[in-house]
């Protein structure tokens, strides 16, 4: 990585793709359309972060529909810039920051653990499914919907995990009514669920998908990839930049890109989920207050709640876990709407040992917590 950055640095740090075009944001674009083809023929377009992705995914989406509406979930999270904030649904992240883009419409997003209640998660989903249906007739007409945004695993949302069934039914209603399907990926994509992408999963392939974070092992890159002619409606000047894929963020994409093959960290992310999983649901055998694990791939967590309900989360006992942890060196997120979430993230290179260390720690102190 530090080489590929190094070598890249020397050659040139920036020319603004705008204004004159270089190799490695062609040979970064061509590698996308590889690991995550949308279809037979993909385009890509390179920016900086994750919430200017979720923008020129939107803005792509728009002028390919010559509708306004997006339609996005509770739990979301897409950003700090205004479009992609409006698209958050957590409060907490916007206060003071409104007013927010108009056009933007929110459903409750389908988590079968926190909602479903007595139902089957098939009742469940075709409940939720039929709620959409419902919002075309009390929300907005899908005739004016350029897009459905959604996070298959939401990150910051607590790692709840989209039902298969409500993603077909996502896919089916979209090419129904001609709406175009986002899925962004900046938080799950690039091996965290055990593939490129965490639809790969699904099954079920998006129109537009955003990435960023793992992209670059740090450095700010991020990407919109579509299908080819949703791509192309976007009008000359409409989206651009002057750092879009920077060379040198570029030459750490392609080296992390290269490095996730010849390791293998795909395959690499299944197995640490499998692993972490299993501990959790050993602890969750001996911690009532664990009320769900849950993940894809590497991404895991676990949710407190009190008394064993699912609407009832238990923030105190998760922040003083957090805190129980980080005093022994374990640094832990915690995630979902009510902070009461322990999501893993840990780096998908991490030796079997670091990885059983901070599994113990982490057991331990939730132990230690719950029989308090
Ligand atoms: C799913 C998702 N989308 C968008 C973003 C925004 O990315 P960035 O912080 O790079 O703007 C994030 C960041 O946490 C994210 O998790």
């Not at 810039?81 to 459903?107: H, N, Q, W």
């Not at 955003?210 to 949703?230: E, F, H, Q, R, W």
């Not at 609407?311 to 832990?332: F, H, V």
């Amino acid at each position: 990585m530090v080489e590929a950055i190094q070598e890249q640095a020397a050659k040139y740090i920036h020319t603004s793709f705008n204004v004159v075009t270089y190799e490695p944001y062609i040979q970064l674009c061509e590698e996308l359309t590889e690991i995550v083809p949308h279809g037979d023929n993909t385009k890509v377009m390179l920016v900086s972060t994750g919430a200017e992705a979720v923008e020129n995914a939107i803005k792509i989406a728009r002028q390919a529909t010559k509708r306004q509406g997006i339609l996005c979930f509770t739990g979301a999270f897409h950003g700090r810039t205004m479009m992609s904030m409006s698209l958050t649904s957590k409060v907490d992240y916007k206060i003071g920051c409104g007013p927010f883009a108009p056009e933007v419409y929110r459903l409750p997003f389908p988590n079968y653990y926190r909602y479903g209640g007595d139902n089957t998660l098939d009742q469940f989903v075709d409940l939720e499914l039929k709620r959409l249906r419902e919002a075309f007739k009390n929300m907005i007409a899908p005739s004016n919907l350029a897009a459905i945004i959604i996070e298959l695993v939401q990150g910051e949302g607590g790692f709840t995990v989209t039902p298969q069934k409500y993603v077909e039914g996502l896919r089916s209603i979209c090419d129904e009514y001609d709406i175009i399907l986002i899925f962004d990926e900046i938080q799950s994509g690039f091996s965290r669920t055990g593939q490129w992408a965490s639809w790969q999963n699904y099954n079920v392939t998006p129109d537009i998908s955003t990435y960023a974070k793992s992209l670059g092992s740090g450095m700010p890159i991020a990407a919109i990839v579509g299908k080819a002619d949703i791509m192309d409606a976007a009008a000359p000047g409409t989206i651009g930049g002057t750092y879009i894929g920077n060379p040198v963020s570029c030459a750490a994409a392609l080296a992390t890109i290269q490095l996730i093959k010849d390791q293998n960290l795909n395959e690499r992310g299944t197995y640490i989920g499998k692993v972490t999983r299993n501990r959790f649901d050993c602890i969750q055998k001996k911690c009532p207050q664990i009320g769900d694990v849950r993940g894809l791939g590497a991404m895991m967590a676990i949710e407190f709640v009190k008394n064993n309900d699912p609407r009832q989360p238990d923030a105190e006992l998760c922040t003083s876990i957090i805190k129980a942890c980080y005093n022994r060196g374990l640094i832990l997120l915690s995630a979902g709407t009510y902070k009461n979430v322990i999501r893993i993230l840990s780096p998908l290179v991490i030796s079997d040992e670091l990885l059983e260390k901070g599994l113990t720690i982490l057991e331990e102190e939730i132990i230690k917590a719950c029989n308090n």
